[in-house]
Every structure is written in structure tokens, then in C-alpha cells.
Nanobody, 116 residues
Framework: QVQLVESGGGLVQPGESLRLPCAAS????????MNWYRQAPGKERELVAT????????NYADSAKGRFTISRDNAKNTVYLQMNSLKPEDTTVYYC?????????WGKGTLVTVSS
């Protein structure tokens, strides 16, 4: 059974940083690309960043480019989202995702609040 457990969210001030880990289990982690999404209330879930199975390639939403970095540690079955220069508009719930056998699997999310 696939399990994705996000952590690391919290309240930070504008301009500060957070790192979100997502611990994965129940599948061969090193074989799959991993994604971070976010979803604000009343809005569609937005793909923030993707990292390929080996970590050799990454992609970012325009809103994340230059500020966020996705990475993974296949030895630890963990994917990370490093978020720098956080803005109030980054406030929302962040979700870890893997698409496996044409099925999207999600964690429960971690809340990030950026406020002074």
C-alpha cells in the first residue's frame, strides 16, 4: 500500500525558508518520478515541482522557479521541497504525489502559512 507522509509545514514570515520532506513507502520509490502539488481553498490543485526517478531532471511551475528546489534521496525514500523567499501567496497546503500504474497517490498534505 502506497503511503506518502508530508511534514515540515508551519508558519513563517515573508522571505523565510522551509523544507518539506515527504517520506514514501509501499512502492519502489527509486523507479518513479515524484511531484509536489499545492492547493489553495477554492482553487484547483497546482503542480509545483517534479523530479525524475534518478533525480537527474526537475521541472517547476513558473511560480516556483528560482525560489523552490525539489530533490530526492532514494536511499531514504524521501522527496524534498526546499522553499526559499516565501511569499504570502505561497500560503496553502502542499501535497506529495506519485503517479503509479496510472493512479495518482497522495499524501494528506502539510500546511504552509506565510504571514507577518
Amino acid at each position: 500500500q502506497v503511503q506518502l507522509v508530508e511534514s515540515g509545514g508551519g508558519l513563517v514570515q515573508p522571505g523565510e525558508s522551509l523544507r518539506l520532506p515527504c517520506a514514501a513507502s509501499g512502492f519502489t520509490f527509486s523507479s518513479y518520478s515524484m511531484n509536489w502539488y499545492r492547493q489553495a481553498p477554492g482553487k484547483e490543485r497546482e503542480l509545483v515541482a517534479t523530479v525524475t526517478s534518478t533525480g537527474g531532471s526537475t521541472n517547476y511551475a513558473d511560480s516556483a522557479k528560482g525560489r523552490f528546489t525539489i530533490s530526492r534521496d532514494n536511499a531514504k525514500n524521501t522527496v524534498y521541497l526546499q522553499m526559499n523567499s516565501l511569499k504570502p501567496e505561497d500560503t496553502t497546503v502542499y501535497y506529495c504525489n506519485v503517479r503509479r500504474n496510472y493512479i495518482n497517490c497522495w499524501g494528506k498534505g502539510t500546511l504552509v502559512t506565510v504571514s507577518s
